[in-house]
Structure formats: C-alpha cells, structure tokens
C-alpha cells in the first residue's frame, strides 16, 4: 500500500498482455462486437498510437478474456441460416478489471522502436542520398497518418460516446506534426554534416 492506495498486486490485476486490456477496452463501448468489428475499430484508433492487432491475435485475446469471466459470446445465425456469426460482449468483471487496469496499474514508460532513427543513428554508413530518401518517405509517412488521425478525429467528435477516443486521436495529430518536424530538423542537420564534410576534404587538399 501507498500513501493509503493499495498496490496493484493488492488490487490482484490480473498479468494480461496490454493486447488483451485493449480488447476488452473497446469491448466497452459497445453492447457487442465482433471480431471483424474490433479489427475495425483497432484499424480506427489504436493504430495511431498503439498499434493495430491482427484477426488472429484478436481472436486469441478475446479467447483469454472469455477464459478469464471478461467476455462472453454467442453466435448469432444470419436470416437465410446459412451463415453464423460470433458477438462478443464485455461482462461486469470485464468492466471492473478494465477499470482495474485503466486506474490501478503501474504507469509503463512507452516503448520507441524508431527503426527510421536508428537507420540514420547508423548514418555513417548510409549512402546520403539514400538516407535523404529514407527520410522523405518518413515525412510523407507522417503526413499521411496525421491527415488520417484529423480525419477520424472529427469523425470521433460527432458522437458524444467517443469523447474521450477523439480527444486522443487529436493527441496523435499534434504527435504526427511533430514526427514530421523532428524528420524536416534531421534533414537539416544532414546537410550541415554534408556541408563539413566537403569543407575538410577541401582543407586537406
């Protein structure tokens, strides 16, 4: 206990895969979802500052979150009778451990594997014109996320429900802007190492 607050294990979070509280977290939103549903809605949100789990990794998440009283579902027979489709819902644990999770847990430091940063950390081996490349397409990268992360953000902002979804898209807006700018600063600096590298070959001449 700290200051008064008990600690996570106290509070017995269980030790999921943060995958599985982002599931169970969209699960909250909505009455039932499916598979198909939550890949959607990750390919909305999560990918813009998370990431976007694959149908596979769903499935088996959702699996878990039924395992452990979190999720329930139920198969629900298209019109024609042909065709079977499974819904899945969050239970009052569900809702509770989200809670649980959301409140409670330690506050994880974010992970950044910056596979553009680490390719011009290594810059002494790149080809410059290469890495001038490698870096334009990181800026149009950027650019295309932020204009999708706005994009959704207003779509977001239409529904009351989503409030605080949207305010987190709006949050990976300004993030994207500022990907951008980092990316735009780099550039710069290339062409001041280019610019000193000319000025000692000139010199030792």
Same mark, same amino acid.
Request: hydrophobic fraction near 35%; include cysteine.
């Given at each position: 206990m700290i200051d008064g607050v008990p600690s996570a294990e106290a509070r017995a979070i269980p030790d999921l895969p943060t995958t599985a509280w982002a599931v169970l977290g969209m699960l909250s939103h909505a009455e039932e979802l499916s598979g198909y549903d939550l890949k959607k809605w990750a390919d909305w949100g999560l990918q813009f500052f998370y990431w976007s789990p694959s149908f596979s990794q769903i499935y088996a998440e959702l699996k878990r979150l039924e395992k452990h009283g979190y999720a329930v579902s139920r198969t629900v027979v298209s019109e024609d009778g042909m065709r079977g489709k499974r819904m899945y819902a969050i239970t009052e644990a569900g809702r509770e451990a989200a809670s649980e999770w959301v409140n409670h847990s330690p506050v994880e430091a974010p992970v950044l594997k910056h596979s553009v940063m680490l390719r011009a =950390?290594?810059? !002494?081996?790149?080809?410059p014109d290469r890495m001038?490349? /490698?870096? !334009?397409?990181? /800026?149009? *990268?950027?650019?295309?996320? &932020?204009?999708?992360?706005?994009?959704?953000?207003?779509?977001?902002? #239409?529904?009351?429900? =989503?409030? *605080?979804?949207?305010? #987190?898209? &709006?949050?990976? #807006?300004? !993030? *994207?802007?500022?990907?951008?700018?980092?990316?735009?600063?780099?550039?710069?600096?290339?062409?001041?190492?280019?610019?000193?590298?000319?000025?000692?070959k000139t010199t030792k001449k």
């Open positions: =950390w290594l810059g !002494h081996l790149a080809e001038r490349e /490698i870096l !334009h397409q990181h /800026i149009e *990268y950027t650019e295309t996320m &932020r204009r999708r992360a706005q994009a959704d953000a207003e779509g977001a902002d #239409v529904n009351p429900d =989503w409030a *605080y979804p949207s305010a #987190v898209l &709006r949050w990976c #807006v300004k !993030h *994207y802007e500022a990907e951008k700018e980092f990316a735009e600063d780099l550039l710069s600096d290339l062409d001041k190492l280019a610019r000193q590298r000319s000025r000692r």
